[in-house]
């Protein structure tokens, strides 16, 4: 079973991940968390790359790094731990592209798709649990848990990631994006609201999740 979490960021993906995967072990499963990009050796220099290169990356450049660190993470992590039965809980995966990518910086959708569908070999996530709420609300999270980062490491300004110099606006296009996709895919998709506490946006994935029951793998 392969569930993605998607959302912008500040939506709590990380910490609804971790909540989820203590209740799917507890349940005596076998959980496989990972994050795309950067879940595999070769991804994390390439999301090193993608977060803090200092200089201008180009628009196709950025497209076809996430896409190669996806290639890898599907070859050689995520297929092998379905293939072993295990739950794979992803942090973003291939609508994260279609969102910030095709939504956010105005690509052609058509193309994100097809080059998706090349990068994954097909391989669509069972459930993808949408993080949603005010663009405003969760990129302020993310800004002053950044800050709060920042401040403890003595982080020069250069280590800041460079999605978080980006405007609301952008955010706007890359929600939109999202809620699009989980129009198109109602069957996939689970929109949950992100702003309330992380344990009532737990309660309700959990709901949303025993109504579409994991399978017993
Ligand atoms: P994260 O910090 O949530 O892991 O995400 C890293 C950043 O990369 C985040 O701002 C979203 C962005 N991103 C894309 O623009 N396109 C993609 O395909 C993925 C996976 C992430």
Do not use: W
Request: proline share 5%; hydrophobic share 40%; aromatic share 6%.
């Amino acid at each position: 079973m392969f569930i993605s979490f998607e959302g912008i960021d500040g939506s709590g993906k990380s910490t609804q991940i971790g909540l989820l995967q203590a209740v799917l072990e507890a349940e005596g499963r076998s959980v496989v968390v990972t994050r795309d990009p950067g879940g595999t050796p070769l991804g994390r220099e390439l999301r090193q790359i993608l977060l803090h290169h200092k200089g201008e990356v180009a628009p196709g450049c950025e497209l076809f790094l996430y896409l190669a660190d996806r290639a890898q993470h599907v070859v050689t992590l995520i297929r092998p731990a379905l293939a072993e039965g295990k739950v794979v809980l992803c942090d973003r995966f291939v609508d994260s592209t279609v969102a910030y990518q095709g939504g956010g910086r105005g690509m052609d959708g058509g193309m994100i798709d097809r080059l998706n569908q090349q990068a994954t070999e097909g391989l669509v996530p069972d459930k993808t649990i949408l993080l949603d709420g005010s663009v405003e609300t969760l990129l302020g999270r993310a800004r002053s848990r950044a800050t709060a980062t920042a401040t403890a490491k003595a982080t020069v300004p250069d280590q800041t990631d460079r999605f978080e110099t980006l405007d609301v606006a952008f955010y706007e296009r890359v929600r939109a994006q999202y809620l699009n996709l989980a129009k198109e895919s109602p069957a996939r998709f689970i929109v949950v609201n992100a702003v309330q506490p992380p344990e009532s946006v737990h309660q309700d994935i959990i709901r949303a999740l025993a109504l579409n029951p994991l399978p017993k793998t």
